[in-house]
């Protein structure tokens, strides 16, 4: 059945209609999970495809779907249509623990709330089954699905790490549950880490080698290896995901540079910067993407760019620790591939993409003293098209043939307002405050509406992860102190 949506504005940001086109009275038509036409709504169009598909076509926002679409049925609704939000790098363990453990740099922030909360639902994981009727890891994930649908996330890599590791089958069935599409980049630790998770390479494999048997068929599902940290990852270790990566044509994830502390070390440690390690154990290629690469030097820049590596920045996260911010324009003058992430809800708080667009924007602006960096229309595209294209998914633009994957933003709260197509992407990046989405549809299948989720009991999720936060708070009173990540070893 074949599916029509008009809108006030719409904004394809694909290379088919121009990335910096803006339609006034669009139209979107798709059937199962792949868009069919995209463009400016005309009396015309309408009659066409009334004559094409009146008996079959699916009108969204119709109030009466009874018997066949006539041109007075392809109603315009308000408000904004683009592509649905790609986000390149989060972790879904985190949403319970928003707010906690704040003002520390990176690895106090690990041992004090990832790895503690991460040990809690493995080490209590029965007793929480028992008590939340679902394990605690899926009252997580699904909490991170219900983020990622609030603010107009369509596609997720979430990189998988620390105990989490272990229960990538939660994560698939709550991706599976949503309707979204989920890369999952499995981690893996062999060295300065909380020694209870550390991992050998042939162990690793076989983690992969388990789930990727599970869920290769599944069209929106991918499972890739995704090392935690170069910090925390010899060369066998790295050499061996690497290899499984090219074998089975995946990408390969890791972080890189994030915190200025750890990065020193490693560089005393080692004698070397961790693009240059990566470089030398011949794990970087135009399939690996590091998270992060805050602390990057110019030859660091030299090399990603050689190598076609590519860049995920999570400006939220980097603010947030005082891990400092990436050489972004730099990289972008070298056409190293960046795209902009929230990372997860425990160190950005939230999942609003289009602030961490806004601020990857601001930061640059002020950093250089040039308000010509990064302009609106560049960071939306980070977050749609270029950042699909750095995942190397069928998504992130409204083009015949690609993932029918959007979202429909409402203009009419006082912050939008006025919104009219000369501002309406500059008020995306620079008015919004992510509460906006009324609309989601992911794989072709309707998702969100206005405040009801369709493939998620949202009343449910909230429910259980409050009573699975306050477990911990219990649990994290005389629970023992973790140490040993990064330079607290």
């Keep these: 059945m074949p599916r029509f949506l008009r ?58 779907a009874q018997g066949p679409a006539t041109l007075a049925d392809l109603v315009q609704l308000p408000g904004v249509v683009l592509p649905g939000f790609v986000k390149c790098h989060g972790h879904d363990h985190e949403p319970p623990i928003i707010g906690l453990v704040k003002d520390v740099p990176l690895t106090k922030w690990l041992d004090g ?16 089954v028992q008590l939340l009727g679902r394990t605690p890891q899926q ?51 062999d060295r300065h880490y909380y020694a209870a998770i550390l991992d050998t390479p042939a162990q690793a494999v076989a983690r992969l080698d388990g789930y990727h048997a599970k869920h290769a068929g599944k069209a929106r599902i991918q499972v890739i290896p995704g090392p935690d940290q170069l910090f925390s ?25 994030e915190e200025k502390a750890t990065t020193a070390w490693f560089r005393q440690t080692y004698g070397e910067t961790e693009v240059e390690y990566a470089l030398r154990i011949g794990i970087l290629d135009e399939h690996t993407v590091l998270a992060h690469q805050v602390h990057t030097t110019d030859g660091d820049l030299e090399i990603l760019a050689r190598t076609g590596t590519r860049i995920v920045h999570n400006p939220l996260a980097n603010t947030i620790l005082g891990s400092g911010m990436p050489p972004i324009m730099g990289m972008l003058e070298k056409g190293i591939p960046v795209a902009v992430s929230t990372d997860g809800s425990g160190s950005a708080d939230n999942q609003n993409i289009l602030a961490a667009a806004r601020l990857a924007s601001q930061y640059q602006k002020a950093l250089h003293c040039n308000a010509e960096f990064l302009p609106a229309q560049q960071v939306l595209e980070m977050i749609t098209i270029d950042a699909a294209a750095v995942l190397g998914v069928n998504a992130g633009s409204l083009e015949p043939g690609k993932a029918a994957d959007l979202v429909l933003l409402g203009l009419d709260k006082p912050n939008m307002v006025p919104t009219r197509l000369n501002n309406v992407v500059e008020n995306l990046i620079w008015a919004s405050d992510g509460s906006e989405v009324r609309l989601v549809v992911a794989g072709g299948e309707v998702v969100r509406e206005g405040d009801r989720y369709l493939t998620l009991d949202a009343d449910r999720i909230l429910r259980d992860v409050t009573v699975l936060a306050e477990e911990y708070d219990r649990w994290s009173a005389t629970a023992p102190a973790l140490s040993g990540t990064g330079v607290n070893v």
């Design 7 to 64: 809108s006030r504005y719409l904004l394809p940001l694909g290379d088919t209609l121009g990335r910096s086109t803006r339609i006034q009275d669009g139209y979107v038509l798709w059937q199962g999970d792949r868009l069919l036409e995209v463009g400016a709504y005309t009396p015309e169009v309408g009659e066409r495809l009334v004559a094409a598909h009146g008996p079959t076509l699916e009108v969204i926002g119709r109030k009466d």
């Design 113 to 128: 709330i990832v790895n503690p909360f991460t040990r809690f639902m493995t080490e209590e994981r029965d007793r929480l």
């Design 139 to 189: 009252v997580s994930y699904f909490k991170a699905r219900l983020d990622d649908l609030s603010y107009g996330i369509t596609t997720a890599m979430t990189h998988h790490c620390n105990y989490s590791k272990y229960f990538a089958d939660d994560l698939v069935a709550s991706a599976e549950a949503a309707g979204t599409r989920l890369i999952a980049a499995v981690g893996s630790q």
């Design 233 to 257: 990852n010899g060369p066998e270790m790295l050499q061996a995901q690497k290899a499984w990566a090219r074998e089975h044509g995946t990408l390969f994830h890791c972080h890189s540079a």
